[in-house]
């Protein structure tokens, strides 16, 4: 995925962003990380709901003459570049809905979605229904490694058949899927205001009638999120854990204890000495409800191909758990989970560096492997990886090597501390050695 922008936040000058299976961007406050993430974001979630292959009506009445419509996939690849181009257009015109903000604010923004090279992949078996509760009414239908998609209208009754524009946003749907649903990932954002969010979800409007009561739509996502935790997502088991059930004791690990539902309310579960503890999670620390979204979206809805969106996942934990956040994110990518972090946090980025070096050969590997406990499920290819540092404006991609990610800005930050405090110190010493 690439995506290029100008005029978005900070963001005044034409940059370009390519997401990795890992992405990073790092910068100071107030360089256009949130923007960035949030726009992404936004886009993710709407494109396939919004774009427009520009069907013909001859199309559509065919298909409700004879039933059934074939439409071949590759006839339609040259178009993408052009499809993806008046997608960006459109959203880009949302964009102020988006962050609930004005429309002078966006009047000169400009987001684009690249095809950047991609080839759609046919290899996925594809189906699709609409219809009522009780009886489909069109279905869509791609084998497994065909380029023919077949549209079929299942009724006859022409009081039963859905209007022209109906049909058209169904077939654009699956024509997006068939073709791009490989390249756009499905979204899942944990924003950095998920503290607040986790402890006063059910008392925050996200009525969009009341004027006084609207967030960007980020925000409101998260909080009818953490909202149907306790009647929705918690009955269900991820396609991830059932595949990984390894990643409950991961999150585990990072919190210290787990999270239930019980009586209508999220419980946080620990051990004490030798005892249990359940409480509220409304009674725990600010770690605890940090890291409620994180581990309800990964035992609940994630999946392979999707992606998650991670604003500042350092936030409330100690060094020592961000580093293992930083394993945990790894673990994701080798599960087919892509994941695009924003980050202030040297320890996460040494972590990330640790684990591209361990995929090098040197002496004495596997004993410093298992020394710090390493396993080869911890090893991240620098291949997978993109990094980004906000500042001046724009977004300039950092080097990363088998040795690892360079993110100068924590580095300035680091050196310039040591060196005062060598300074200092040496006074002092002088002083001591008189």
């Known amino acids: ?29 107030n360089t256009g990380k949130t923007y960035t993430t949030r726009a992404i974001y936004g886009f993710l979630k709407m494109w396939q709901s919004h774009i427009d292959f520009k069907i013909a009506d001859a199309q559509i009445q065919s298909l409700f003459q004879n039933g059934v419509l074939k439409i071949e996939l590759t006839a339609l690849e040259k178009e993408i570049p052009q499809i993806l181009d008046a997608l960006s257009k459109e959203y880009t015109l949302s964009l102020p809905r988006l962050f609930n903000a004005s429309e002078d604010f966006f009047s000169q923004t400009a987001f684009h979605a690249l095809k950047n090279g991609y080839q759609p992949n ?28 077949f549209v079929s209208l299942l009724v006859e009754d022409k009081n039963l058949i859905p209007h022209a524009f109906v049909v058209k946003k169904f077939l654009n749907k699956g024509l997006g899927q068939a073709l791009l649903g490989d390249y756009f990932a499905k979204p899942f954002l944990i924003t950095s205001e998920r503290i607040g969010i986790t402890l006063f979800h059910k008392v925050l409007n996200t009525n ?24 929705v997502h918690s009955k269900q088991k991820s396609a991830l854990i059932k595949e990984h059930p390894e990643f409950a004791s991961l999150l585990k690990d990072i919190v210290g204890g787990e999270y239930t539902v019980a009586n209508n309310q999220i419980f946080f579960s620990f051990l004490k000495d030798t005892q249990i503890i359940q409480i509220p999670v409304n009674n725990g620390s600010a770690t605890v409800a940090s890291q409620v979204e994180i581990n309800f979206y990964l035992n609940c809805l994630a999946k392979k191909g999707d ?15 961000q580093r293992k956040m930083a394993r945990l994110f790894v673990r994701l990518v080798k599960a087919g989970v892509k994941v695009f972090i924003t980050t202030q946090s040297d320890y996460l980025i040494k972590e990330l560096n640790h684990l591209i070096l361990l995929g090098n050969e040197f002496e004495d590997k596997d004993e410093i492997m298992t020394k710090y406990q390493y396993t080869e499920k911890d090893v991240l290819d620098e291949s997978l990886v993109k990094a980004y540092v906000a500042e001046k404006q724009s977004l300039f991609p950092t080097v990363i090597d088998e040795m690892g990610i360079e993110v100068d800005s924590f580095d300035h930050e680091i050196n310039e501390m040591n060196r005062m405090y060598n300074e200092m110190t040496v006074t002092m010493e002088c002083a001591y050695a008189d």
Do not use: W
């Open 307 to 321: 992606i998650l969106l991670f604003d500042e996942p350092e936030q409330y934990l100690h060094p020592a758990n």
């Open 208 to 231: 969009e009638e009341d004027s006084f009561s609207r967030y960007a739509h980020p925000l409101k996502d998260n909080i009818d999120f953490v909202r149907d935790i306790v009647d």
């Open 122 to 149: 046919y290899q996925k078996a594809l189906h699709l229904s609409a219809g009522s509760a009780t009886k489909d009414v069109l279905n869509i239908f791609k084998d497994k490694d065909s380029t023919i998609l």
């Open 1 to 29: 995925m690439k995506f290029q922008f100008e005029k978005l936040g900070a963001l005044d000058k034409q940059t370009e962003i390519e997401l990795g299976d890992l992405t990073i961007l790092c910068g100071a406050n």
